[in-house]
């Protein structure tokens, strides 16, 4: 499966030294001039990566097995695209066997096989991947995330593993599991529900997206797990559909887009090419989100609520603390970069007073 591919290529861009840097004129100087460009919400960016329009958007493992093949088609077919499958892209080959296993609704070794797509449509999604870099996820429409298998399609970020992390800390919340949560830029959803499942009956997550195409996306999955009386979907940017929670939340948790916009011809061709733009790009400095999202924190949560938000690695994690603790000292505390599981500081969280 695709492996962290965003935050790895953005990272390279911003390894400084471990060593926490102390506040600078400098670095206020550029407080206040982040303070008050982040106080209005950052305009979605157009362009990039998007949605292609298929014949069919639903994820193909979650398609009806409705087309018979002969075994001695399909046996034809895995030889035909073994073959596409360069020597330098040996892992290719287990992505066959899983493109396979997720089309067939039985033993693929049966005759006739059972497919939930034509196999003409298979040999075109193949052709896609191996020729075009299509991430796999897009394919076969699926991330194995925790204990999930989180439904994914073009228009939406695939789940990262370090990402798994954030429920992690949430579950560390004394009380959480009967408080109301915020997922902003939900995604796919999978922050969300795997939050949900751990919630008790007074907890909520309400889960928002400024995408139409998100918000399909996590639909379909809180619907899945069966989720929909613990998930609230709401559409909009960030803040602007929690009017209502202000004060009321016990924690707000953000994985934006924070790669800066100079890195983003230089990701993955996998992430750069397929990927949305909307999700990834952070701006000029990859923060032009975090700092909005910083600027709204204090009138959601409330006295105690925790917030845990995603960045690029080591820069933007100390940039945010010094940030948050310079400006806002007296509304939060215990304001820390935490490490992910390769020792980079992935994570920045805190406490409302």
């Known amino acids: 499966m695709l492996a962290s591919a965003a935050a790895a290529a953005g990272v390279a861009a911003l390894l400084p030294g471990r060593l926490k840097p102390k506040p600078t004129p400098r670095l206020l100087k550029r407080l206040a001039t982040a303070s008050s460009s982040a106080s209005t919400p950052p305009s979605p960016r157009s362009g990039g990566a998007g949605v292609e329009a298929e014949a069919d958007t639903t994820p193909l493992f979650l398609r009806p097995a409705a087309h018979p093949v002969a075994a001695a088609s399909l046996a ?49 999604l193949w052709l896609r991947h191996v020729r075009d870099r299509r991430p796999f996820q897009y394919v076969v429409g699926n991330e194995h995330w925790r204990d999930l298998v989180v439904a994914v399609r073009e228009g939406v970020l695939i789940p990262r593993p370090e990402t798994e992390a954030v429920v992690d800390m949430v579950a560390k919340v004394q009380g959480f599991e009967a408080g109301w949560w915020a ?23 309400f889960a928002t997206d400024v995408s139409e195409v998100a918000i399909d996306v996590a639909r379909l999955n809180v619907q899945r797990y069966g989720m929909q009386d613990k998930v609230e979907i709401r559409h909009g940017s960030w803040f602007e559909p929690l009017e209502d929670l202000k004060g009321k939340l016990m924690g707000v948790i953000s ?36 700092l909005h999202l910083c ?55 805190g406490y409302r007073r």
């Not at 892992?91 to 609704?105: C, E, I, S, V």
């Not at 796919?188 to 009956?201: D, K, N, Y």
């Not at 609520?305 to 400006?327: A, P, R, Y």
């Open 76 to 124: 034809a077919f895995r030889r035909r695209a073994a073959e596409l499958v360069p020597d330098s892209a040996p892992h290719l080959h287990r992505h066959l066997r899983w493109l396979l296993a997720d089309a067939a609704a039985r033993d693929a070794g049966a005759d006739p096989a059972l497919l939930r797509a034509p196999l003409g449509d298979l040999e075109s």
């Open 255 to 290: 994985n934006p887009p924070y790669i800066p916009t100079e890195d983003l011809p230089g990701l993955q061709p996998e992430v750069g090419w397929h990927e949305p733009k909307l999700a990834l790009d952070g701006g000029k400095d990859g923060l032009e989100h975090l």
């Open 183 to 205: 997922d902003l830029g939900t995604g796919s959803g999978a922050i969300a529900v795997a939050v949900a499942r751990m919630l008790g009956p007074e907890g909520r997550v």
């Open 295 to 349: 600027e709204g924190l204090s009138s959601v949560l409330k006295p105690g609520g925790f917030f845990v938000f995603e960045t690029n690695g080591n820069k933007q994690s100390e940039f945010l603390v010094d940030f948050i603790q310079t400006k806002w000292d007296s509304s939060f505390r215990d304001v820390e970069a935490v490490l992910d599981f390769a020792d980079i500081k992935r994570f920045v969280t």
